[in-house]
């Protein structure tokens, strides 16, 4: 004969296995995400990124390859000016 007090029990006993299925669920998810590679978002954000730092270098060599050959320039005329242009040499 079913009793209240049974029917207690396994409803009880059926929601003790449903939080430790959910918890094992939620510990499979955090696994998969820390062993799984990186989200298409995440691939999409890195190529951009790294297309910004791409025309950046380019832009800073653009600037400091044009100061840097004005100034050698100036440094070489000024070496020969003096008649030290062994000196100069580098």
């Known amino acids: 004969m079913i009793t ?3 029917i207690l029990v396994e409803t009880e006993r059926r929601r003790d296995e449903r939080a ?4 094992e669920r ?8 820390r062993n799984s590679p990186p989200t298409r978002s995440y ?4 190529a951009h990124l790294g297309a910004q730092l791409v025309t950046w270098g ?10 840097m050959a ?3 320039t100036v440094r ?4 020969v000016a003096e ?5 100069c040499t580098s």
Do not use: M, P
């Open 4 to 6: 209240w007090k049974n």
């Open 20 to 23: 430790r299925a959910e918890k």
């Open 26 to 33: 939620f510990i499979r998810q955090v696994v998969l995400r």
């Open 43 to 46: 691939q999409r954000w890195l």
């Open 58 to 67: 380019r832009r800073l060599q653009a600037r400091y390859d044009h100061t």
């Open 70 to 72: 004005i100034s050698g």
């Open 76 to 79: 070489q005329e000024h070496c």
């Open 83 to 87: 008649g030290n242009a062994g000196a």
